[in-house]
Each structure stands twice: as structure tokens, then as C-alpha cells.
């Protein structure tokens, strides 16, 4: 501030000019050795890091393939509804590879009228969106099936994550072709080691299909698909097919491996059900969640993340007493559809024993089951799309933990 | 101009305007088509020339698969191949190409895409019908002399083949 603001300002009024004084404070003192850094701090630098002291990272298992294997996203550990880069979960079948974007194109063939070729440069220049969508494997919470759960919310619904995607929709891609009447489904490839194949439906594609080269403002990572991936918005992750090269127009589906042996939900009648591509509404309290520790009574504030594969969730509640009653929580607005969406809710733990948990419910009504309910519905061995109540309990010590369900 | 060739500019134009809208991408040729597309679907119109015998997979399969697959598709340290539909109604149930997958063609595509996982892409499309072969053998799936090709492979009935049905709560 100015010398004549700062005057201006103090003949406002009294009251204010006090107010004022006091928050200024500091500056009224002389500068001494405690009141300020001593040292110069580190010069501008290229690429940015984060600071030391924070460690947050993605949790990896022991395997013996750890090319065809996952890591998870710390859910607890970020704020809001983005997932840094970083941080975001892994699920391969083949490694990640190391493209040139120079070299690598995306195909689009099959019942088209016009095969045509798109390069990074091609698809760049064409006209683009960015949409805030999560990614969800789904096997996310496949753990959650049994009774015990797993013991943090890392372990239980980390293979989950949510970026801002920036990409060419594939309507575009797809239309300049010549899409032939008779296609009725695309089948989407990767150029990993696999040649990762699933297929999807045209009507998907045309309706929100992305070619995706961005993620949070820069290139996409390696391990979410670099140079180029497809985002089919709410739908299971392992159809979002990561390196993308090559997308075949076809009259049905291919029943390729990840969509006949793996990715499908076996129930209890030995009856598998196939194509289970939409992702169920879903949300879990991220903090406090197990393995945390509250710091004494009084004020905490709950806080999670819910979504949906079929568009806006509209209402998350959450229950401080094992279910008994459930109260609204606050929405973090905007809130996008297919998306992450943060709720929050204030809460004055009175340091007894207490349960935590949440539900939500998306924009088409439907509303996430507890356990039974879902067992009722699915049985108890079809592994993948397990989306119940998660329930999180609060012990006398503050410590916090997954209970049975 | 003549009403007729102005007739046929009109038509071209239009097919043009049609055509592209932003005239972004360049065609792909039949070469990089066909290079590419290695997709085989369920009724295995796309399968390759080629034949290979169960006998000459069960040597496939000892040098390239068994060191993660097991004796006999028995499964050691990777997915046991071996299994029947009865296993699916078992807790916990086991999934395997036996007792699971609805396509043989499925089975070929896989392979000839994946594996084996270190080095897929290196065997020849007679290796692969051979161990398809063989792992349909070992399941009960085709018998001992049998050799597969193009045109045999498609025919080959799974058991569980009936054992899907669309997801109820997913649109067509």
C-alpha cells in the first residue's frame, strides 16, 4: 500500500484505523534476526518439484510381473477433486512403453468410407475440449466384496483417479472417416507390448469419446497412455484404452481376452455378465479413513470423494453413527458429470467410539447400496464394479479404521 | 456447362464437402491397414494361413509357456490354463480358457498379440495354431490328433459359450 492510500485509508475512521494498525503489526517493528528468512532461498528452476517434506506417493504391491500390475492412488493424501499426474493409479497388462510422438499415429479404419491417419500434429490442430472425468478400474474396491475390507482407503478404492483430459472428441475423428451405417461398435488398441484391445460401443463414441493428449494442463504421463489415450467418460477404465493407435469400425464386438476372460462379473449361477462398461455411483470418506489418528475432540471436518458413471452425482450423505441417521453433506460446486465431486461435512467429534460413512446418489436416482444390498443383487463372486458403503470406525484413542460391513 | 456435367459438379462437390469437414489426416493405405490390423474376431474371418497340430504345441508350450503357465496349464506362477465350467460355481470360482472363455478365436488373438509375455510377437502364426490347439487339448476341448487352421479353429465349441449375457444395467 501506498503512502497516500495508507493515510486516506486511516482517515476512514477510527475503528478502522485501529483494525488496521493491529493487523499490520509486523511491519511496525524493526527488522531483526527472527522476523524473517536470513538465507536466499533456491533460484527459478525448469520443472517443478514438490517440497521435501511431502511424501505422498502411490502404493505399490510385490509381483512378479510388476509390468502387468497396479499401483494406487493415495485418495487421503489430495485435496480437492483433482488427481496430480503423479499420483494418478496405474493398472498395465504390458508395461509402459516409451513412444516418440513423432512417430506414433492413431489409424482409424474398418467400416469407414475413408481410412485415414492422424498425427499428433493432425490431431492437435483439429478442434478440442477439456472435460474433467475420472478414470476408475474396475476392480477398485473388488477387496470390498468380503466382509473385512481393506484397512485404508488407498488399499480399498485407490485404483481411481480424476484429471482434466484435453483431446480431439472422437466424433471428429470418426465422422471425417465416414462413419458406414452398418458400423455399430469400434474396437480401440494401444501400442504397448499387449496391443491392449477392448471394444466399445459407436454410440459411446459418438456421444462423449475423447482422443486425449493432455492431463492437468500438460502432456499426458507415460503410465496414463503418452502421447495419446481414449477417455470414454464414466466408463470401466481398462476400456480407456492408454497409447492409442488404432481404432477399427466394426458391426459387433470382438470378445477379445480382457473382455470375455477378465472384465466381466461372474454371478452366483456360473453365468458371467459381459459388456459391464458403465462405472456405479460411488463415494468414500477419504478423511478421516483408516490408518489416520484424530487429534483429540472437537472440530474435524469429514471430507470424500463420490462419482458416477452415469453422470452427476446430486447428493452425498453422511452418517457419523453407523447408519443410524444421515445428514447432506456440502457439495463442492462446480460439480462436473462422470467426475470426482468432493463433498464435505463439519463434525465435532465428542471422543467416543463412533462409525463414519457415506452415500450418494447420482442424476439418474440411483443410490449406492450397502453390502447386503449389493451381494442381493450380484452375489458374492462377481470381483469386479464393487461399489458399497465403505464404513470407517473411530476409536476412544482417535485411532480410525476399516470395520466389517 | 451442360445441365448434365453441372449436375455431376454438384454431386462431386457436395461428396467432397461430405467427405471431410476439416480435411485433417491423411488416407491410410491398404498396406498400413493391413499391417496394423491384427484383430481377429469371434467368427475368425480374419484368421492368417497357416496350421499347427496339438503334438507340435505340446513342444511349443514346454520352451515358451510352461516356465509361467505350469505342467499342463496347471498354472504356477501365471493363470492356470486348464479348468471346467463346473468351477465356475464353485467359491471361490475359478476362471480359466477351459471354463471360461466363449471363443476359441479369442485364444489365437491373445496369444498371437501377448504371448508369451516377455517377447510376444515372436512366434509364427503355425506356432500359434499349434498351442492353441494345445490348449484347447489339455482342456478337453479337441483330442489328441488334432491340427487347426482357419478354417477349423472357428468351428471349435467352447463349453461355456452360452455363459454370458449383457450386462443389465448398461444401455444396448
Known amino acids: 500500500m501506498k503512502d497516500s492510500s495508507r493515510r486516506a485509508f486511516l482517515g476512514a ?14 511491519e511496525a517493528e524493526s527488522p531483526g534476526a527472527d522476523s524473517g528468512p536470513s538465507a536466499l532461498g533456491a533460484p527459478v528452476r525448469r520443472y517443478g518439484e514438490r517440497s521435501p517434506y511431502e511424501t505422498s506417493a502411490r502404493g505399490v504391491r510385490d509381483s512378479q510381473t510388476p509390468e502387468a500390475a497396479s499401483s494406487r492412488t493415495p485418495l487421503d493424501k489430495t485435496y480437492g477433486i483433482i488427481t496430480p499426474s503423479a499420483l494418478h493409479f496405474e493398472r498395465h497388462h504390458a508395461g509402459v512403453p516409451e513412444i516418440d510422438p513423432a512417430t506414433h499415429s492413431l489409424t482409424i479404419h474398418g467400416l469407414v468410407d475413408r481410412p485415414l491417419v492422424f498425427s499428433l500434429d493432425d490431431l492437435r490442430r483439429l478442434p478440442s475440449v ?6 476408475e478400474c474396475s476392480g477398485n474396491s473388488g477387496g470390498e466384496w468380503s466382509p473385512a475390507g481393506a484397512p485404508t482407503v488407498q488399499l480399498s478404492h485407490g485404483l481411481a483417479s480424476c484429471s482434466e483430459w484435453t483431446g480431439v472428441p472422437l466424433r471428429i475423428l470418426l465422422e471425417e472417416a465416414g462413419i458406414k451405417p452398418e458400423a455399430k461398435w469400434i474396437l480401440a488398441e494401444g501400442a504397448d507390448a499387449c ?8 454410440e459411446k463414441a459418438l456421444e462423449d469419446g475423447l482422443v486425449a493428449y493432455g492431463q492437468n494442463g500438460e502432456a499426458l504421463r507415460p503410465e496414463q497412455g503418452y502421447p495419446i489415450r481414449l477417455i470414454l467418460p464414466g466408463w470401466e477404465g481398462n476400456t480407456n484404452v492408454k497409447w492409442l493407435r488404432r481404432i477399427k469400425l466394426t458391426e459387433g464386438p470382438q470378445y477379445v481376452k480382457d473382455e470375455t476372460s477378465k472384465y466381466t462379473e461372474l454371478m452366483e449361477d456360473g453365468t458371467a455378465w459381459i459388456f459391464t462398461f458403465e462405472m456405479d455411483a460411488k463415494s468414500v470418506i477419504t478423511s478421516p479413513s483408516g490408518g489416520h489418528s484424530i487429534d483429540g475432540a472437537g472440530f474435524h471436518e469429514i471430507s470424500g470423494l463420490a462419482w458416477s458413471g452415469r453422470g452427476k452425482i446430486t447428493s452425498v450423505e453422511v452418517s457419523t453413527d453407523g447408519g443410524e441417521t444421515w445428514t447432506e453433506a456440502t457439495l463442492q460446486n462446480p460439480v462436473y458429470s462422470r467426475a470426482f465431486t468432493r ?25 449406492q447400496p450397502s453390502r447386503e444390498a449389493l451381494i442381493a443383487e450380484r452375489g458374492r463372486v462377481s470381483a469386479y464394479h464393487c461399489n458399497r458403503i465403505k464404513t470407517w470406525k473411530v476409536g476412544i484413542d482417535g485411532s480410525v479404521s476399516n470395520v466389517e460391513a | 456447362m451442360s445441365k448434365l456435367s453441372l449436375a455431376v459438379f454438384l454431386v462431386f462437390a457436395t461428396q467432397t464437402l461430405c467427405a471431410q469437414s476439416y480435411g485433417i489426416g491423411r488416407p491410410a493405405t491398404e498396406a498400413e491397414i493391413e499391417s496394423l490390423d491384427v484383430t481377429i474376431g469371434p467368427e475368425g474371418r480374419e484368421l492368417p494361413d497357416g496350421s499347427g497340430s496339438v503334438q507340435e504345441g505340446a513342444q511349443v508350450y514346454e520352451v515358451r509357456c510352461k516356465e509361467c503357465h505350469g505342467e499342463s496349464g496347471a498354472g504356477g506362477d501365471h493363470a492356470a490354463l486348464v479348468g471346467n465350467p463346473e468351477q465356475l460355481k464353485q467359491a471361490p470360482p475359478i476362471k480359466t480358457v477351459g471354463s471360461f472363455w466363449p471363443y476359441a478365436t479369442t ?20 506356432q500359434i495354431y499349434a498351442v492353441t490347439a494345445y490348449v484347447l487339448h489339455i482342456n478337453g476341448i479337441v483330442d489328441e490328433n488334432a491340427t487347426l487352421d482357419r478354417e477349423s479353429l ?5 463349453p461355456n459359450r452360452g455363459g454370458f449375457v449383457r450386462d443389465p444395467r448398461s444401455k444396448p
Open chain 1, 13 to 26: 475512521g477510527a475503528f478502522a484505523g485501529a483494525a488496521w494498525i493491529s493487523c499490520q503489526a509486523p
Open chain 1, 130 to 135: 477439456s472435460r474433467v472425468h475420472f478414470v
Open chain 1, 195 to 202: 496391443l491392449m484391445q477392448r471394444s466399445a460401443t459407436l
Open chain 1, 343 to 367: 463433498f464435505r461435512f463439519p463434525w465435532r467429534w465428542n471422543g467416543k467410539e463412533c462409525v463414519l460413512q457415506s452415500r450418494c446418489q447420482d442424476e439418474t436416482g440411483y443410490m
Open chain 2, 107 to 126: 485364444l489365437f488373438d491373445y496369444t498371437r498379440r501377448a504371448m508369451p509375455f516377455e517377447e510376444p510377437g515372436t512366434l509364427t502364426d503355425d
Open chain 2, 154 to 158: 472357428p468351428k471349435v465349441e467352447m
